[in-house]
């Protein structure tokens, strides 16, 4: 019979390289970490760079930054959406709501199956059904506010989102919000279909990054209708404070409404000049700006 395993002691090496070390090496600090010469660069990206090093190994700070960012991403990816919370704010800033969910029963089978996500149940179909019914109008635009791989975008950004949009949308018919659980980006087309939308806007959770657990990306699309291709959409990404603001994304999202609504389409065929507007200066006059 094998003996178990025996826990195994940590000698202390002592380090025979210390005196050999390049004397141009960088400075250390009291705490033994050596900065890095490019720290100066670290306030102008949130990316990872220049965190110095202790020995072989990361800061201890850095390191439990990262631990960190990556506990964030995980949870944005498996944490459900509460859709109480959610439809009670909505209502509460004057939106009427829906709520639906795709034919991915669970968290896990929605991971596992992406082409569930991209289909409504039976439940939720029936309920569309039957609110059409009642609609007495054609609305121009539907909403979709879904969780998609990040159920925190949705509950932090939507509705903020969503005022700023609302804001300028004088003479629209604006549909319903509807909120959906367990969601990819096709299903906006399901439900704009069945509500008879002429173009549905798709606020859903982006794939987490290990500094953005929560950003919200926008898709557009005119005409929805089950099939539609990616090519035929219009996408306004990493909508959050630390990313695209709320006014600069209503800005581009209305631009693209109000263009998409001239041209009857979206995708590749219309491009977003919106940039051009935002950066010009306020008494240009709009001839300039053709």
């Not at 020995?55 to 995980?74: I, K, M, W």
């Not at 603001?245 to 998409?260: I, R, V």
Request: aromatic letters at 4%; glycine letters at 8%; one cysteine or more.
């Amino acid at each position: 019979m094998e003996e178990p395993h025996k826990p195994v002691a940590c000698v202390p090496v002592p380090d025979t390289d210390a005196e050999a070390a390049d004397a141009d090496a960088p400075p250390t600090s009291s705490a033994g970490v050596n900065a890095n010469s490019w720290d100066v660069l670290r306030r102008f990206t949130r990316a990872r760079i220049a965190l110095g090093r202790a020995g072989n190994s990361l800061p201890t700070t850095p390191l439990l930054e990262f631990n960190l960012a990556h506990a964030q991403a995980r949870d944005a990816v498996h944490q459900p959406l509460d859709p109480g919370p959610l439809h009670e704010a909505l209502r509460e800033a004057g939106f009427q709501t829906l709520d639906v969910e795709s034919a991915a029963p669970d968290r896990a089978h929605y991971l596992r199956r992406p082409d569930l996500g991209r289909t409504l149940s039976d439940e939720s179909v029936a309920h569309l059904a039957d609110y059409a019914g009642t609609m007495n109008s054609t609305p121009d635009v539907v909403y979709v506010v879904a969780d998609g791989l990040s159920a925190f975008a949705a509950a932090r950004h939507a509705l903020p989102l969503l005022r700023a949009v609302h804001a300028r949308l004088e003479g629209w018919n604006v549909g319903p919000v509807v909120v959906a659980r367990q969601a990819r980006v096709a299903l906006g087309d399901d439900i704009g279909e069945r509500l008879r939308a002429r173009m549905v806007v798709m606020l859903i959770g982006e794939r987490p990054g290990l500094s953005s657990p929560d950003s919200l990306g926008l898709y557009l699309t005119y005409g929805p209708r089950v099939g539609r291709s990616d090519a035929e959409r219009n996408c306004i990404s990493n909508v959050r404070p630390e990313g695209l603001g709320y006014e600069q994304a209503a800005f581009k999202l209305h631009y693209l409404m109000t263009h998409a609504r001239q041209l009857s389409l979206t995708g590749v065929g219309l491009k977003d000049d919106s940039d051009r507007l935002l950066m010009a200066p306020p008494d240009t006059p709009d001839c300039a700006l053709q």
